[in-house]
Structure formats: structure tokens, C-alpha cells
Nanobody, 122 residues
Framework: QVQLVESGGGLVQAGGSLRLSCAAT????????MAWFRQAPGKEREFVAA???????YYADSVAGRFTISRDNAKNTVLLQMNMLKPEDAAVYYC????????????????WGQGTQVTVSS
């Protein structure tokens, strides 16, 4: 099973940018679908973006055009570049790994990181 550790969260003003990083150890990173989810207080965990093992990327409508997911299979890392951040983007962001291609449901991901907090001030 893949172990995941996120980093890069913090406080940013609305309109600003942050880059989240997820480092993976164990498992077979190159064949995993890697995703980012987020969970705001009082809300359910929601899909943000993912990169399938074939490097196809896909996004939630709410972040498309502002966020970019990328992966480096040589370094076993996946990044989430977040631009034009909005207050509603504030949440704990989780990195996840799974096997299903084009998965968006959290139940399709078996490995999770501990999360990193993103706070966006208005």
C-alpha cells in the first residue's frame, strides 16, 4: 500500500496561489491514479483533481482552469498548483492513491495522506 505525505498548505489571500505537494512511498506509484480531495468544516470530502496512471488529468468543475495537477513518476510526487484562490477553496486538502482510472469517488481510493490545511482570506 502506498504511504502519502502532503505539504505546502498555508494561508493565502484571495486571488493568490499555493502549490501542494504529495510524496508517495511504497506501492507502485507509476500505476496509481493520484488525486486530491478537500474537506471544509461541516462539509463532505469532495473531489478536486486527479491524474490517472496514463497521465490523463481531470478536475472538478469548481477548480477547472484555476488548479493544475501534475505528477513526477521518477520522484513519486504529485503536485497541485492552485491559482486564483477563492475563500471557498479553504479546506483540508488530502492526497489519495487508487487503481481505478478516471475515479472521482473517494471510495475508489485506498491510500490517503493526513491532509494539509489551506486557508484563504478575503
Amino acid at each position: 500500500q502506498v504511504q502519502l505525505v502532503e505539504s505546502g498548505g498555508g494561508l493565502v489571500q484571495a486571488g493568490g496561489s499555493l502549490r501542494l505537494s504529495c510524496a508517495a512511498t511504497g506501492g507502485t506509484f507509476s500505476s496509481a491514479t493520484m488525486a486530491w480531495f478537500r474537506q471544509a468544516p461541516g462539509k463532505e470530502r469532495e473531489f478536486v483533481a486527479a491524474s490517472s496512471w496514463n497521465r490523463q488529468t481531470y478536475y472538478a468543475d469548481s477548480v477547472a482552469g484555476r488548479f493544475t495537477i501534475s505528477r513526477d513518476n521518477a520522484k513519486n510526487t504529485v503536485l497541485l498548483q492552485m491559482n486564483m484562490l477563492k475563500p471557498e477553496d479553504a479546506a483540508v486538502y488530502y492526497c489519495a492513491a487508487g487503481r481505478a482510472i478516471y475515479a472521482r469517488d473517494s471510495r475508489d481510493f485506498g491510500s490517503w495522506g493526513q491532509g494539509t490545511q489551506v486557508t484563504v482570506s478575503s
